[in-house]
């Protein structure tokens, strides 16, 4: 007997197919030359195969060739499923065989009986969660645990069920689609998954269906493509739709599962409505003093779309005021805004009638059936009068004068007017703010302006002055103009040097040597340029040293005329140079030019020159040297006398150091170091007041006592332990105390001490006659107490007296 794995509870058709492949066992048994069966490979039955080999009935041993076992996912029964069964040939049933099964799930979700080889599941499947489990199935001698068949690998693969229903794993969707679409524009593809197995059964055939959104849209049932199923949506109507879409699986049919997700659909707008005005005439006023490119009148204009598709463009169509005014958009609020262009004169005319048209800037081609894209309407502008400064003919005049013109010249004259019709009378003005020095006058009538003082053009070549003008009955009513007035240049200024030349001559320079070029300038500024001649003064023209020759191009060169030039002999030459101008009448300069004899290298270049050489080198003259040790000398006797100061500061003013710092007090006009001065006080008397008792009679160098000590005579000084104790408690306290100041504050105590030297001088007693107290003591103490010791002192009879 082969081996036979079968599951019984199957369609009745398996059921035959098994019942035909046990009866065919015999034949097979019967050893036909060449013959095997291999059963269908279907979900019931498990593949044998057994070989025979020539005709001999030599029986081999039999090996397992496995079809996968099915079993269906998500079983809710009480006891566990039965998946299949497995039988060797060579268990004969009398217990020696065993089965074992190994693999995926082997043990944890499927079992099998040793003994009879059944396959159960033990646990709850999910197809999605794994598909199928692979296994391994071996028949073992109950003994000695040896196989007796090779190990075979087998399939248990999970069927599926309709477990899951469809989900829109991107929803919910949003989408956009123009208004006004046709029917059937593609909107939006929606798309359900289902996790149930696609190739088998419609567990995942997924038929898609709207709940709400009817009529406007409509889905494909098997794409999932929302469309326009309305025509001539209008977004100005509505602009959203909320659409709820449902996926159901089993193809739709009954018992099949479903998902749903909704999908917002928004209208975005298109030009399919035209702008209009909000009224067909409009009237405003505007003041005739509004200056250029003022806004006059605003206009709305209304259009139900948004967006470029409201977008307006404006123009006027006619009108009286064509040149004068403009109108263009608002870019963010789409209206008309009408500007002036020039500038208004309510004694000219006062108002303007025009008619504007406002059309849209995009128009969709479209819906031009819908009508036009235009609107027309009236705009009436008042003109309102006020009172209006002078104004002047020109804003801007420009006038000459020449800087020879004597005080009182004319220069020009300005005029203006009043623009109103009360024609008021104009008086002139200067604005002393543009004309500082008081260069020009005006006629304040007239308007006629004039030279104040002399002008010089090398000074000051153009002056910029405002003129007022002011109405005589309205003085608020001020105009102004801005009058440019040039200086005309005349020959008043003679060349001179271009610059200050240092000339040099070498020792070794040759007859005819250039030894310097110069150049000349004018202040002047003539109209055909400058032209200088350059020649020797009468007095020099002779020399026998040098020479000037004229370049013809506003220079000349200074030649030598001779050589063998020394310094020991002499070591300055001075050249007096005449320029001329070529202005009418023609000015003319002496200029000295200065020529230092020096020596020189092979190259030509000074060395040394005259007595001053070394200064000349190092670059500073002997006034500056002088100047330079005289300011170091005197920071060296600052420098002194600092420190001498310091060193006088610091000498101690007691003789001793451990000075009793209770008895004298010392000012100090200097701030002290703070925390880390430790030599402005001695801290160590205040810490150790035993110190103050041994300085004695110590005194102080810059004091000279004037009385001798109250106490040396009569008694002894008082001992401070009581002070020195009272002292050093309240300052563990302060040590302590968390919530006492810094430790560098000053702490204040009051405190008297157990007695007196002088004991109480108070004058209770003195008032009863009975008191014995004794004040003779006083007259011990020295002069200053004398006149108490005349006042409470006895006599001899013991009697108080008093003087």
């Known amino acids: 007997m082969c081996i036979v794995m079968m599951r019984l509870n199957c369609s009745p058709m398996w059921s035959v197919v098994s019942l035909l492949t046990l009866l065919l066992l015999p034949l097979w048994e019967m050893g036909c030359s060449g013959l095997s069966f291999n059963s269908v490979p279907l979900p019931p039955v498990g593949t044998y195969q057994r070989s025979c080999e020539g005709g001999a009935h030599h029986r081999q041993r039999r090996s397992w060739v496995w079809n996968q076992f099915f079993v269906l996912e998500e079983y809710t029964g009480d006891e566990p499923l039965y998946v299949g069964k497995l039988h060797s040939d060579v268990d004969k049933g009398e217990g020696q065989v065993k089965y074992v099964l190994n693999g995926q799930g082997a043990t944890s979700i499927f079992t099998i009986d040793e003994n009879t080889g059944d396959i159960h599941a033990t646990k709850r499947l999910d197809r999605e969660e794994q598909a199928y489990y692979t296994l391994r199935a071996q028949a073992r001698n109950r003994e000695n645990n040896l196989p007796v068949e090779p190990e075979s690998e087998f399939v248990i693969k999970v069927q599926d069920i309709n477990d899951n229903e469809p989900k829109f794993l991107n929803g919910p969707y949003s989408a956009r689609v123009p208004e006004m679409s046709p029917v059937g524009t593609s909107v939006v593809t929606v798309v359900a998954t289902d996790a149930d197995d696609p190739t088998y059964g419609n567990s995942a055939r997924v038929i898609y269906s709207i709940l709400e959104g009817q009529p406007y849209f409509s889905v494909e049932p098997k794409t999932g493509v929302v469309k326009t199923a309305l025509p001539n949506m209008d977004r100005e109507a509505r602009d959203q739709y909320l659409l709820v879409i449902q996926a159901k699986d089993m193809v739709g049919q009954m018992g099949g599962l479903s998902g749903t997700t909704s999908v917002m659909v928004t209208l975005t707008d298109v030009n399919d409505n035209p702008p209009h005005f909000s009224r067909k005439s409009y009237q405003f006023s505007m003041s005739e003093s509004l200056p250029v490119a003022s806004v006059v009148a605003k206009i709305k204009t209304l259009d139900s779309d948004v967006g470029p598709n409201a977008e307006m463009e404006y123009r006027i169509v006619d009108g009286d005021g064509l040149g004068l005014f403009r109108i263009t958009p608002d870019r963010d609020t789409q209206e008309g805004h009408i500007t002036l262009q020039k500038g208004l004169d309510f004694e000219t005319k006062s108002s303007y009638t025009l008619r504007v048209e406002v059309s849209n800037r995009n128009i969709d081609l479209r819906f031009l059936s819908l009508g036009p894209f235009s609107d027309t309407a009236t705009v009436r502008l008042i003109v309102e009068n006020v009172d209006e400064p002078p104004v002047f003919s020109l804003p801007l005049s420009k006038m000459l004068i020449s800087e020879a013109a004597k005080v009182g010249t004319t220069i020009g004259t300005v005029s203006a007017h009043d623009p109103d019709s009360t024609n008021s009378p104009i008086r002139y003005s200067i604005d002393r703010n543009t004309d500082l020095e008081r260069f020009f006058n005006i006629d304040a009538t007239t308007g006629v302006i004039s030279t104040a003082k002399p002008l010089d053009r090398e000074v000051n070549a153009i002056h910029n002055i405002t003129i007022f003008a002011m109405e005589s009955l309205h003085p608020l009513q001020v105009g102004k103009c801005i009058i440019l007035i040039t200086v005309m240049d005349i020959n008043d200024n003679a060349p001179v040097f271009a610059i200050e030349y240092e000339t040099y001559l070498c020792e070794s320079a040759r007859p005819g040597q250039v030894i310097e070029t110069i150049s000349a300038m004018d202040r002047d500024e003539p109209q055909s340029g400058h032209r200088f001649f350059f020649s020797l003064t009468a007095e020099a023209a002779g020399n026998l040293n040098f020479t000037l020759r004229d370049n013809k191009d506003n220079t000349a060169s200074v030649l030598t005329m001779r050589g063998g030039f020394q310094r020991h002999d002499q070591t300055m030459y001075r050249l007096p140079v005449l320029i001329m101008d070529g202005g009418s009448p023609a000015l003319s300069s002496t200029n000295t030019l200065s020529i230092r004899v020096c020596d020189c290298d092979p190259d030509g270049a000074p060395q040394s020159c005259g007595s001053e050489a070394s200064m000349l080198s190092a670059g500073l003259s002997t006034g500056a040297l002088i100047a330079i040790l005289a300011c170091i000398l005197t920071l060296l006797v600052l420098v002194l006398l600092i420190v ?75 001992d401070n332990g009581i002070f020195r104790d009272f002292i050093w408690d309240r300052l563990k306290e302060a040590d302590a105390d968390a919530s006492a100041p810094p430790y560098d504050s000053l702490q204040t105590y009051a405190f008297e001490g157990s007695g007196s030297v002088a004991e109480s001088l108070s004058s209770l007693d003195s008032l009863s006659t009975d008191s014995e107290q004794n004040y003779d003591y006083l007259s011990d103490w020295g002069p200053r107490f004398k006149k108490l010791a005349d006042l409470y002192g006895h006599s001899d009879d013991g009697n108080l007296f008093a003087s």
């Open 644 to 718: 001498t100061m310091r060193r006088r500061k610091k000498e101690p003013l007691i003789l001793d150091e451990e000075r009793d710092v209770r008895e004298n007090i010392v000012r100090y006009d200097d701030e002290g170091g703070g925390e880390e001065d430790t030599e402005a006080f001695d801290m160590v008397a205040l810490r150790n007041l035993k110190l103050v008792r041994e300085s004695g009679g110590k005194t102080r160098r810059d004091v000279t006592p004037e009385v001798p000590s109250l106490f040396l005579s009569s008694r002894p000084p008082p």
